[in-house]
């Protein structure tokens, strides 16, 4: 090989290492948690997701981490491209009628053995630290939610407000906005609070994914998997069942609102849950001495039975015109 | 027969030495007793099978490709057309699932044996397969596999898409005939698999032409060797899995049932040690064939041919390493997801060698750009794109992040229609000539190269943005932020159905209308990569040489040793 050979080389993967570094940049200003400080405003915003609207710590540090994957793995994207397009332009017959002779060097095979590998090592550091950081979870979370996947629908219990959301099992969507207009399915959530969710189903696997919480977890029958996070923005969260679980798999949407502590203990009580001895001093500073009466809880909302495990799956097919009705196994 | 004499001089010097050889021997394979459709049905001829697997492989990319077509309909009109819906979730969940495995099992597995069939033993010096009979079987039982899978259709098919994921696909939440229907065609096309796997092993380790040292077998050989170890290994217990889930559908075992002590868990670790391998399994073959081309059009051999062999190697044993991480959602040990993350991040390594070796093949090359050659660098930029989202997935809390969404299915469609597919028409176009003596037309293969190209791209490089955003995978309907991305994915399919229709067009007038004008060395410049496929008349004779081949080094070897 040329002297002039090496020297292109080495310019084409220069190359690649700045468009790498200009593509790092540009995902790091893409995202400024100063700044960007409220979720969605209302249920009909579109879904928000961790790369650009992260808000939880869980997904800003899967978004940071990110960053620094992008830049070591992005020279081995551009690097092969630069090359190819070079070859491409330089070495076809018309312009190189005869091929070089047939060549070998060990040591440049050697490098892209070793080299890749050192990056891949490099790349592990910081995403092996943010494992650990979604792993373990905090000793005391603020809020426990067991939340148990079901054909088709997702019920959350608050157990230390001895609540469940009420879901009838019925999933009412409107076709314009795509959201579930049913209230009584949304999980409420306090905002700058830790949040530990134990995940169960009694069927067949569903996953419960929140792209801005950077959160997603199977839940398996037979086992309760665990998954924790935090809340560091308020608006309105949108998710989706993220495994085949049946026919009514699309329509298994998960909305989350983060709020004001205010609010949410005001929906705990509407929902009729009851406020433990240790937060009493709290409720009654953010809501009044009378907010039992003031919130008494709405007709009806009482927890909710779950499907025996053994119930068959047979739901009938939704109409989609308008809002969609679809019944699930009750 | 006729081998040209090759030249004296040490570059591209010849690899068969005329002086010496051993005396005609008798055709072992009875191929030509029969005329007509009784032939084929008989036949034992190595190439012969090959042909009829690459015609199996072809109805089944038409079946498969109208199934993805009804998929992206559907996806593009999420709520139907005027208020009415175009197709129920239930015929949505089966159409994911049998596009899936048509085109795995049906189209990409089988495309590859049927190349490996017709190519190998000629490579390595052969007249056939070892076992002859056994491979005319391994043909035949796919044969019923593949219709049992479609007729599965009639009885509500699979309703859990192509994993059939446990409690899901059980008794209790698919109740349906078609499920077992498509147990036993996995059943039946695994056996062929194995079978198949076994006479590729036996083939080259017994079979190989005097001289044909196993440092000398081409590329596309030792691809095929690696891939049939996997198939080998991985397969049974990919056997095991659906027959465990079979007893649990009729006889009620439980093993994935946790009310009766079993575990649904169990069910991805087994599904799973056989199918992250068979992505390899559909793929190094690929890899092969890329080489062979890119060997012949660049003309110039492989560059670091050993590094290549260790990397294809390097690649199957670490594919056997990595299954978990297909599950890292699903509940682990922590270690675990640790370790199945690292192991998939090394994937890169050996993926990165083949990569830079062909574009060290490629600097300082003659390249001509034939619809074969533009097919195998479309491979490799498209195969890039798709190894490096696959070390992103081996990131695990960016997996969790994008796991089971439009990612994922971007990232499949890069390895699988970038990386396999396009190889597989690479090798369509490359070997056509050898296989039935005619060229298919370069100018019509450069108009299906770009449109297939396109397409490809405009249909899958949205969904990585769609996964980011939040749009899970095999949903039969979507919130409406995701409709204009959806809606230019299901444009792109449409360039593809053009391409793929012309391509199509293509084959069958090459066959019917066209002259066999293929010379032996059907692409010219053979003395660089000297492949004894191209030494032989287009298409072989039934016994593939008049004489067995006596195969000397190669001028460049010593390069090698």
Not at chain 1, 47 to 61: D, G, I, K, M, Y
Not at chain 1, 70 to 90: C, D, K, Q, T
Not at chain 2, 149 to 169: C, Q
Not at chain 2, 496 to 519: E, Q, S, W
Request: hydrophobic share 45%; with cysteine.
């Amino acid at each position: 090989m040329a002297k002039k050979d090496i020297k292109i080389i080495v310019g084409l993967w220069v190359l690649a290492l700045i468009l790498s570094a200009l593509t790092t940049w540009a995902y790091m200003i893409s995202y400024n948690p100063a700044t960007a400080t409220h979720g969605p405003a209302s249920i009909s915003e579109p879904t928000t997701h961790w790369l650009f609207q992260p808000a939880s710590s869980v997904a800003e540090r899967v978004r940071t981490e990110s960053a620094w994957m992008v830049f070591i793995i992005m020279p081995f994207l551009y690097g092969p491209f630069l090359m190819l397009f070079y070859i491409i332009s330089r070495f076809s017959k018309s312009r190189h009628p005869v091929a070089d002779k047939p060549n070998e060097n060990l040591t440049l095979e050697v490098a892209w053995t070793i080299v890749p590998a050192l990056a891949l090592i490099v790349m592990a550091v910081p995403a092996y630290e943010a494992l650990r950081y979604m792993e373990i979870p905090p000793a005391r979370p603020d809020q426990v939610i067991n939340v148990t996947g079901a054909q088709f629908y997702w019920q959350y219990e608050l157990p230390r407000y001895g609540l469940t959301t009420t879901d009838n099992g019925t999933i009412t969507i409107d076709a314009k906005t795509g959201r579930a207009t049913e209230e009584d399915s949304w999980l409420h959530l306090p905002i700058n609070k830790t949040v530990l969710m134990n995940g169960q189903s009694f069927q067949v696997n569903h996953a419960w994914w929140v792209p801005a919480f950077g959160v997603k977890f199977d839940v398996i029958p037979g086992r309760i998997n665990t998954v924790w996070f935090d809340t560091k923005k308020k608006g309105y969260f949108k998710g989706q069942c993220a495994e085949l679980c049946g026919t009514l798999h699309a329509y298994m949407r998960i909305q989350v609102v983060v709020e004001e502590e205010k609010d949410f203990y005001e929906w705990v009580l509407r929902k009729g849950g009851t406020i433990p001895e240790e937060e009493e001093a709290r409720v009654v500073e953010l809501l009044g001495a009378d907010y039992r009466e003031r919130f008494a809880p709405k007709d009806g909302a009482k927890p909710a039975s779950l499907p025996a495990a053994t119930e068959s799956a047979k739901s009938p097919v939704p109409a989609t015109a308008g809002a969609t009705e679809a019944t699930g196994s009750k | 027969m006729s081998i040209a004499t090759p030249p004296k001089e040490p570059q591209g010097g010849g690899v068969i030495d005329l002086d010496v050889y051993t005396p005609i021997e008798e055709p072992r394979t009875k191929t030509t007793q029969h005329k007509g459709i009784l032939r084929w049905l008989t036949t034992v001829d190595h190439k012969m099978i090959g042909v009829m697997y690459l015609w199996f492989a072809g109805f089944s990319v038409i079946f498969g490709g109208a199934l993805a077509g009804l998929i992206r309909t559907q996806l593009a009109f999420p709520n139907g057309i005027g208020g009415k819906p175009l197709m129920t979730p239930e015929y949505f969940n089966q159409f994911i699932g049998m596009h899936a495995t048509f085109m795995m099992f049906g189209f990409v597995i089988p495309a590859f044996a049927g190349f490996g069939n017709y190519v190998i033993p000629i490579m390595i010096g052969a007249r056939d397969m070892a076992f002859p009979k056994m491979n005319a079987f391994a043909f035949w039982i796919l044969v019923p596999s593949g219709l049992l899978m479609a007729s599965s259709f009639f009885f509500g098919s699979i309703p859990g898409g192509w994993t059939s994921y446990a409690p899901l696909s059980t008794k209790t939440y698919a109740p349906n005939l078609g499920v077992d229907m498509w147990i036993f065609a996995i059943h039946l096309a695994g056996v062929s698999s194995i079978l198949g796997a076994i006479n590729f092993i036996v083939t080259m380790s017994n079979m190989r032409a005097p001289g044909m040292k196993w440092f000398r077998m081409p590329l596309f050989c030792w691809a095929t060797l690696v891939t049939s170890w996997l198939q080998l290994i991985g397969t049974p217990v990919l056997a095991g899995v659906v027959t465990m889930l079979l007893t649990d559908r009729i006889l009620d075992t439980g093993f994935f049932n946790p009310a009766k002590g079993g575990d649904p868990l169990l069910y991805q670790h087994l599904f799973w040690f056989y199918s992250h391998p068979a992505v390899y399994i559909m793929m190094i073959p690929g890899f092969g064939m890329v080489s062979q081309v890119i060997q012949t059009f660049s003309g110039r051999p492989t560059f670091g041919y050993k590094g290549m062999v260790y990397a294809t190697a390097f690649i199957g044993v670490v594919g056997f390493l990595v299954w978990g991480h297909h599950m890292f959602s699903a509940g682990m040990e922590p270690w675990l997801r640790a370790y199945f993350g690292f192991m998939t991040m090394l994937v890169g390594v050996p993926t990165g060698v083949k990569i830079f070796s062909w574009l060290a093949t490629l600097w300082g090359g003659s390249i001509r750009f034939t619809t074969s050659m533009m097919f195998a660098l479309g491979f490799l930029g498209l195969f890039t794109i798709g190894g490096i989202s696959g070390v992103f997935l081996a990131n695990v809390p960016f997996d969790v992040q994008v796991h089971d969404t439009y990612f994922v299915v971007a990232h499949i469609h890069y390895v699988m229609f970038g990386g396999a597919v396009m190889t597989i028409f690479a090798a369509l176009y490359y070997w056509f000539p050898k296989m039935s003596g005619r060229y298919l037309s370069e100018r019509l293969g450069k108009v299906i190269f770009w449109l297939i190209f396109t397409g490809m791209n405009v249909t899958f490089l949205p969904m990585h943005w769609l996964g980011i955003a939040g749009m899970a995978r095999r949903i039969y309907t979507y919130r409406p932020e995701f409709h204009s991305l959806n809606m230019i994915v299901s444009s792109g399919y449409l360039l593809m159905l053009t391409g793929g229709l012309l391509l199509v067009g293509n084959v069958f007038y090459t066959l019917l209308a066209k002259r066999r004008t293929a010379p032996n060395d059907a692409w010219g410049g053979n003395e660089v990569q000297n492949t004894l496929e191209w030494m032989t008349t287009s298409p072989p004779p039934a016994h593939n040489f008049d004489r067995v081949p006596k195969i000397v080094p190669m001028a460049y070897e010593s390069l090698h040793h």
